[in-house]
């Protein structure tokens, strides 16, 4: 049973910074493509930045490049969104998944995907 537990949300001032951590535990982790994603109220859910291991790439979106970093520990098993310049379009729900694969140029969750439970962040 694979479990993903996110932290670090909270409110931020525009133009300030957070990280968020995502915990996975009860299942392997080295050999995981992990990627954060985000909801807002009324949008639709989009793809943050995503680490594929098998190429060690990563993938970030437009409206944060620059911004945001993705990043993972694996002895902590533990994936990151460090988040910077943070502005009030960042406001929302956001969550981790395990076992993401590149998708037109963005990353998606596959069919079996693990999520978290999600984490506000709040920029005002």
């Known amino acids: 049973h694979v479990q993903l537990v996110e932290s670090g949300g909270g409110s931020v001032q525009s133009g300030g910074s957070t990280r968020l951590s995502c915990s996975a535990s009860g299942s392997a982790f080295d050999n995981s493509d992990m990627g954060w994603f985000r909801q807002a109220p009324g949008k639709e859910r989009e793809a943050v930045a995503a680490?594929?291991?098998?190429?060690?790439?990563?993938y970030v979106a437009d409206s944060v490049k620059g911004r945001f970093a993705i990043s993972e520990d694996n002895a902590r098993k533990t994936v990151y969104l460090q988040m910077n310049s943070l502005k009030t379009e960042d406001t929302a729900m956001y969550y981790c998944?395990?076992?993401?694969?590149?998708?037109?140029?963005?990353?998606?969750?596959?069919?079996?995907?693990?999520w978290g439970q999600g984490t506000q962040v709040t920029v005002s």
């Open positions: 998944a395990k076992d993401v694969l590149e998708n037109r140029g963005s990353a998606a969750p596959t069919r079996s995907a693990h």
């Open positions: 680490h594929y291991t098998g190429t060690a790439t990563t």
